[in-house]
């Protein structure tokens, strides 16, 4: 099992930042990408950035250029860094790590909020 931890989100006027931290722990064995996820209310949940443990990224249109993901291997944990909020970033962001061996397992954290004011 994986356990993931986020943290950092919160209340932020248009245009300003946030960094949200995702903590894994657990057994990492097999676990190669590590990402975000949003969901807003009445959507479905949608991608928002990728990371591989090799470092390779994957981006939704909509957060390209505002969002980076960045990832520390010797701690587990996956951060991203949200910079010019706009009012539709407003979502639950979760974070999700993929273990790929035989089978493909997916674990989640427990969600954290990010509200952007005008």
């Known amino acids: 099992q994986v356990q993931l931890v986020e943290s950092g989100g919160g209340l932020v006027q248009a245009g300003g930042s946030l960094r949200l931290s995702c903590a894994a722990s657990?057994?990492?064995?097999?676990?190669?990408?590590m990402g975000w996820y949003r969901q807003a209310p009445g959507k479905q949940r949608e991608l928002v950035a990728t990371?591989?443990?090799?470092?390779?990224?994957n981006y939704a249109d909509s957060v390209k250029g505002r969002f980076s993901i960045s990832r520390d291997n010797a701690k587990n944990t996956v951060y991203l860094q949200m910079n010019s909020l706009k009012l539709e970033d407003t979502a639950v962001y979760y974070c999700?790590?993929?273990?790929?061996?035989?089978?493909?397992?997916?674990?989640w954290g427990q969600g954290t909020q990010v509200t952007v004011s005008s």
């Open positions: 999700n790590a993929v273990r790929s061996l035989v089978r493909t397992t997916d674990y």
């Open positions: 990371i591989t443990s090799g470092g390779s990224t």
């Open positions: 657990g057994n990492m064995f097999g676990i190669n990408t």
